[in-house]
């Protein structure tokens, strides 16, 4: 009776074993954490030239706004360390450092981590199915932001973030934006594709995608902002532009020879369509002279 | 048969029913499908882990100066390439590759996935995904299976061999891996930063479903080439899918737009 309950009871932790490694498996289908470092090899912020809003479809709200601000805005003492918002993560030129907090007992993983730069906050994912917050809680520069896998795909969702900026130029985002993100792995290859939406300021999803490579090394992470005098004093009006007053307001379009409602981020611009309306008007800048690129020797094969 | 005999049954059954399950889902077969042969594997098409077909419409909103108008002679910022490359760069010349009738180099397999535009993707035969650009009006074949006639002579699109590749065993869905060699040289930008013939083009097809409905094609491509890259240059692109191909719109290849 005792040998036959034992191998009973034996049986059906077995089983139950069995079971719940299927589920573990099933829940973590790459490596996420560790260094990624950034390839640089594409263009989402430009040159950071004023009324640069090439490629984002924007509210009309949106430009307006965009159009009042002076980047003095970032010599305020109390603007200085205004983080930039989690869609950073991909705007941005760094990397990816990214932790996992694994719980001990059945060793499934909590949550991921994506460290701090020394402009953006760190992201956690959290992986354990906890709810996202009611509406009327804490905002943050990094939100809020849960995830689960999907195949072989983690897909993660942001919201809780305070007002900021989409882009460097002064685009605004509003705390009513929320980033669906979606990672996607392949070999040493990390492909994170972002769409953000915003009722306020985004007239559909701003979708990007950005690629990383696995890197041996550590990726930059968090140096502490500290304030200096920038030459405004606290309590000074906060630096902007009128409407129809922002004196930089062709400067990049002229630059470039680039369509007027392309610099300011028309969503239609987004489109192939618009490249064939746009193509008897365009005349292609002269020859680059500088900053043109630089080219490097490959490493020994 | 006691009833703790035959929960411990039912546990069993269970458990083995798990390993069954996540053999069926890594062969992709679709579910209520007919079962998989011991002796063949399943057609490319009957083992999708996604679904590629249908129309797809770029999204420009990364190197937007790049890709929707031609950027001025000699710029090749955030390309790696080589000192070899220079020459041609400075002295790229749009009109003479039209004469020449070069005027597709901007739009082979090394840069087709940058190019604004539509996509149709439709399944050739059972182991060929059909991948139509209308930028260009190219055709891309990618191969799943072995193919049965020697490569022949080098294209805009080369030869592509395709997998898919799956999520891990309990998991749905995947990816498409295809690597394309035998290409023509080329263009990875209008302005004539070149890739060579011995350029090999690696790409991943991932999907997603965006929330309030939608799906996005993502596109990682990596190019390699010995010649005219330092190291590999690899940029990701996003497609949005469409209802149908009302707004599909073939333009011929064009160099000086």
Same mark, same amino acid.
């Not at chain 1, 306020?200 to 930059?220: C, G, I, N």
């Not at chain 1, 369509?259 to 746009?278: S, V």
């Not at chain 2, 890594?26 to 209520?32: D, E, T, W």
């Not at chain 2, 180099?105 to 993707?121: E, N, S």
């Given at each position: 009776?005792?040998?036959h309950l034992?191998?009973?009871?034996?049986l059906?932790?077995a089983?139950?074993?069995?079971l719940?490694?299927?589920?573990?498996?099933?829940? !973590?289908?790459?490596?996420l954490?560790g260094?990624?470092?950034?390839?640089?090899t594409?263009d989402?912020?430009?040159?950071?030239?004023p009324?640069?809003?090439?490629?984002?479809?924007?509210?009309?709200?949106?430009?307006?706004?965009?159009l !009042?601000?002076?980047?003095?805005q970032?010599?305020?003492? $109390?603007?200085?360390?205004?983080?930039?918002?989690?869609?950073?993560?991909?705007?941005?030129?760094?990397?990816?450092?990214?932790a996992?907090?694994?719980?001990p007992?059945?060793?499934?993983?909590?949550?991921?981590t994506?460290?701090a730069?020394?402009?953006?906050?760190?992201?956690?994912?959290?992986?354990d199915?906890?709810?996202?917050?009611?509406?009327?809680?804490?905002?943050?520069?990094?939100?809020?932001?849960?995830?689960?896998w999907?195949?072989?795909?983690?897909?993660?969702?942001?919201t809780?973030?305070?007002?900021a900026?989409i882009?460097?130029t002064?685009?605004?985002?509003?705390? $009513?934006?929320?980033?669906n993100?979606r990672?996607?792995r392949h070999?040493?290859?990390?492909?994170?594709?972002?769409?953000?939406?915003?009722?306020?300021?985004?007239?559909?999803?701003?979708?990007?995608?950005?690629?990383?490579?696995?890197?041996?090394?550590?990726?930059?992470?968090?140096t502490?902002?500290?304030?200096?005098?920038?030459?405004?004093?606290?309590?000074?009006?906060?630096?902007?532009? !009128? @409407?129809?007053?922002?004196?930089? !307001?062709?400067?990049?379009?002229?630059?470039?020879?680039? @369509?007027r $409602?392309?610099?300011?981020?028309?969503p239609?611009?987004?489109?192939?369509?618009?490249r064939?309306r746009?193509?008897?008007?365009?005349? @292609?800048?002269?020859?680059?002279k500088?900053?043109?690129?630089?080219?490097?020797?490959?490493?020994?094969? | 048969?006691?009833?703790?005999?035959?929960?411990?049954?039912?546990?069993?059954?269970?458990?083995l029913?798990?390993?069954?399950?996540v053999?069926?889902q890594?062969q992709?077969?679709?579910?209520?499908?007919?079962?998989?042969?011991?002796?063949?594997?399943?057609?490319?098409?009957e083992?999708?882990p996604?679904?590629?077909?249908?129309?797809?419409?770029?999204?420009?909103t990364?190197?937007?100066? #790049?890709?929707?108008?031609?950027?001025?002679?000699?710029?090749?910022?955030?390309?790696?390439?080589?000192?070899?490359?220079?020459?041609?760069?400075?002295?790229?010349?749009?009109?003479?590759?039209?004469?020449?009738?070069?005027? *597709?180099k901007? #739009?082979?397999a090394?840069?087709i996935?940058?190019v604004?535009?539509?996509?149709?993707?439709?399944w050739?035969?059972?182991?060929?995904m059909?991948?139509?650009?209308?930028?260009?009006?190219?055709?891309r074949?990618?191969? %799943?299976?072995?193919?049965?006639?020697?490569?022949?002579?080098?294209?805009?699109?080369g030869?592509?061999?395709?997998?898919?590749?799956?999520?891990?065993?309990?998991?749905?869905?995947g990816?498409?891996?295809?690597v394309?060699t035998?290409?023509?040289?080329? #263009?990875?930008?209008?302005?004539g930063?070149?890739?060579?013939?011995?350029?090999?083009?690696?790409?991943? %097809?991932?999907?997603?479903?965006?929330?309030g409905?939608?799906?996005?094609?993502v596109v990682?491509?990596?190019?390699?080439?010995?010649?005219?890259?330092?190291?590999? %240059?690899?940029v990701?692109s996003?497609?949005?899918q469409?209802?149908?191909?009302?707004?599909?719109?073939p333009?011929? *290849?064009s160099?000086?737009?």
């Amino acid at each position: 009776m005792f040998f036959h309950l034992v191998t009973r009871r034996t049986l059906v932790v077995a089983v139950v074993t069995c079971l719940l490694a299927g589920v573990r498996d099933a829940s !973590a289908q790459f490596e996420l954490a560790g260094a990624w470092a950034p390839l640089s090899t594409e263009d989402v912020q430009n040159d950071s030239v004023p009324v640069d809003f090439l490629g984002l479809p924007l509210t009309e709200a949106a430009r307006t706004r965009a159009l !009042a601000y002076d980047e003095s805005q970032k010599a305020m003492i $109390e603007r200085q360390c205004m983080h930039w918002g989690a869609a950073y993560m991909l705007l941005g030129p760094f990397g990816l450092g990214i932790a996992s907090d694994v719980e001990p007992v059945r060793g499934r993983v909590m949550s991921y981590t994506i460290a701090a730069w020394e402009d953006r906050m760190s992201t956690t994912i959290w992986m354990d199915g906890r709810p996202h917050p009611s509406p009327y809680d804490l905002h943050t520069q990094a939100g809020f932001t849960t995830g689960r896998w999907e195949g072989n795909t983690l897909v993660a969702r942001t919201t809780h973030m305070k007002a900021a900026f989409i882009r460097k130029t002064g685009v605004p985002l509003s705390d $009513e934006a929320e980033i669906n993100w979606r990672f996607y792995r392949h070999g040493a290859v990390l492909t994170v594709l972002m769409a953000v939406t915003d009722p306020s300021y985004l007239a559909e999803p701003y979708l990007v995608s950005k690629s990383f490579q696995v890197s041996p090394t550590p990726v930059a992470t968090l140096t502490p902002c500290v304030t200096t005098f920038e030459g405004r004093e606290p309590g000074d009006p906060v630096p902007h532009y !009128a @409407p129809e007053k922002n004196p930089f !307001a062709d400067e990049f379009m002229k630059l470039y020879h680039l @369509p007027r $409602e392309a610099a300011l981020g028309y969503p239609e611009t987004q489109y192939p369509e618009y490249r064939k309306r746009i193509k008897d008007g365009y005349q @292609p800048p002269p020859p680059c002279k500088g900053n043109c690129g630089v080219a490097v020797n490959p490493p020994p094969r | 048969m006691s009833r703790a005999h035959l929960m411990l049954l039912a546990l069993v059954a269970a458990a083995l029913a798990g390993p069954v399950t996540v053999r069926a889902q890594r062969q992709g077969g679709p579910p209520g499908g007919p079962s998989t042969s011991r002796t063949a594997a399943p057609a490319a098409r009957e083992s999708a882990p996604i679904d590629l077909t249908g129309y797809w419409v770029s999204v420009v909103t990364e190197d937007w100066r #790049y890709r929707m108008v031609t950027p001025a002679k000699g710029e090749f910022r955030r390309i790696p390439v080589t000192p070899a490359a220079l020459p041609i760069i400075n002295a790229w010349d749009p009109a003479a590759d039209e004469r020449a009738g070069n005027q *597709c180099k901007g #739009y082979g397999a090394g840069t087709i996935m940058r190019v604004p535009g539509r996509l149709h993707v439709t399944w050739e035969d059972a182991d060929t995904m059909r991948v139509d650009t209308d930028a260009g009006t190219q055709t891309r074949r990618f191969r %799943f299976a072995p193919p049965a006639a020697p490569a022949g002579a080098p294209s805009w699109q080369g030869n592509s061999a395709a997998r898919w590749d799956r999520a891990p065993a309990g998991a749905m869905g995947g990816s498409l891996h295809v690597v394309t060699t035998n290409l023509r040289a080329g #263009y990875l930008r209008k302005n004539g930063v070149p890739y060579s013939a011995q350029a090999t083009v690696t790409e991943d %097809f991932d999907v997603a479903t965006l929330p309030g409905g939608g799906r996005v094609v993502v596109v990682t491509v990596t190019v390699d080439d010995p010649v005219y890259l330092a190291r590999p %240059f690899i940029v990701s692109s996003q497609f949005k899918q469409e209802p149908d191909g009302s707004k599909w719109d073939p333009t011929p *290849c064009s160099s000086t737009w």
